[in-house]
């Protein structure tokens, strides 16, 4: 590992963000705030570049979301609150910290002992009124945080003694929101807050499903939107080629491009 090249990149890196800071009206104009939207959207490119297995892509997001850390490193240290040296102290701090098997004589078994000796020193890092689930950002998708939050519980306990008890689970809450389904009146907003709970309630379980099954329920349905999109889109593409519109065509001719498209391995 060449540590002074990589040195030499970083400091790189920062000679630039201050000249940009200095130079671009663009950048000069920049707030935590304008990057905050900005930053999300990085995320998820980096997020979709990692499923389509891209390296050169994963590099390259990589890159942006790095430089949005430098930026908001900047905007701290002209604001007189923290610089980049304080985000990486306080980093390295935290990775010592939760890793005494690594920096200390703590001993630990495996992988999981680990996720549970990080949680219960997370709890302990701010004072005695942080809970195990307040470290699951609200803003989260619905998805990752039914997931996150599972997950957190888990590593202090709370969780299946065997995973296969979980499908019981599954079951009742299918029966409790088809029975919610059998009286649904669209015009109750009562009726329509109960289904939709019995919705949530279903959901939750089988994330908690996928969870214990080490598969990861938002990967997967990632997966799935990527392949409805790829078959619907040659569905339209080739019926538009055969001079057909949907207006055109019914639900069996549909089916018909749709299978094409599954035959194609899309």
Not at 192 to 201: H, P, R, S, Y
């Amino acid at each position: 590992m060449d540590r002074e090249r990589q040195m030499k990149a970083f400091a790189h890196l920062l000679d630039i963000m201050d000249e940009l800071r200095e130079k671009c009206p663009w950048d000069r104009e920049q707030t935590t705030e304008s990057l905050r939207p900005l930053t999300i959207e990085e995320t998820y490119e980096l997020s979709e570049a990692i499923l389509a297995s891209d390296d050169k892509n994963i590099a390259k997001e990589l890159g942006d979301i790095l430089l949005h850390i430098v930026f908001y490193a900047k905007i701290g240290e002209e604001k007189g609150l923290f610089d980049i040296v304080d985000v990486i102290d306080m980093l390295c701090t935290k990775l010592v910290y939760r890793h005494p098997h690594v920096f200390s004589e703590t001993k630990v078994a495996d992988a999981g002992e680990v996720i549970q000796n990080w949680e219960q020193l997370k709890t302990k890092e701010k004072d005695g009124n942080k809970t195990v689930l307040s470290g699951v950002p609200a803003h989260l998708p619905p998805l990752v945080k039914a997931y996150r939050m599972q997950d957190k519980a888990r590593a202090v306990g709370f969780d299946w003694d065997k995973k296969e008890d979980v499908w019981d689970k599954v079951k009742e809450e299918i029966g409790e929101f088809q029975s919610e389904l059998q009286h649904l009146d669209t015009s109750n907003p009562d009726s329509v807050n109960k289904a939709q709970g019995e919705l949530g309630d279903l959901l939750f379980s089988l994330v908690n499903a996928s969870r214990l099954y080490d598969l990861n329920p938002d990967t997967a349905l990632e997966t799935t939107c990527l392949k409805f999109k790829n078959r619907f889109t040659y569905l339209e593409l080739a019926a538009r080629k055969d001079g057909l519109t949907f207006a055109d065509m019914n639900l069996e001719q549909m089916d018909k491009y749709w299978d094409e498209a599954k035959e194609k391995g899309l």
